[in-house]
């Protein structure tokens, strides 16, 4: 069974746990069935490439899937990770808002 993912592409996020730990950055890619995410300039990694007809070979960095449960959405005025939940607007306009202070996330 998969679990809610309350983050979205764009967000910007801190890390919870492990060796980027308190470093924030924007996801790019969400993972949904394997609840995991691409965070740019987080859980960077060395890789050896081979030649391919497009592109040349060698040593190359490149960002490796976290766990979406070491990530938090990062709130620039509080400057920590918080938590988020819905709100019913409207009768059908569901949006994010930050939980302890209510405020509306884009």
Do not use: C, W
Not at 13 to 20: C, P, Q
């Amino acid at each position: 069974m998969r679990s809610k993912i309350k983050l979205k592409k764009g967000d910007e996020v801190i890390v919870l746990v492990g060796k980027d730990k308190g470093k924030t950055g924007k996801i790019t890619l969400i993972q949904p069935f394997v609840n995991k995410a691409i965070v740019s300039g987080i859980n960077k990694v060395k890789k050896h490439q081979k030649p391919d007809n497009n592109q040349a070979g060698g040593i190359i960095e490149k960002e490796m899937p976290i766990q979406i449960s070491n990530l938090s959405f990062y709130d620039p005025v509080s400057k920590k990770g918080v938590k988020l939940g819905y709100e019913i607007k409207n009768k059908n306009e569901k949006i994010r808002i930050i939980r302890n202070t209510g405020k509306e996330v884009k």
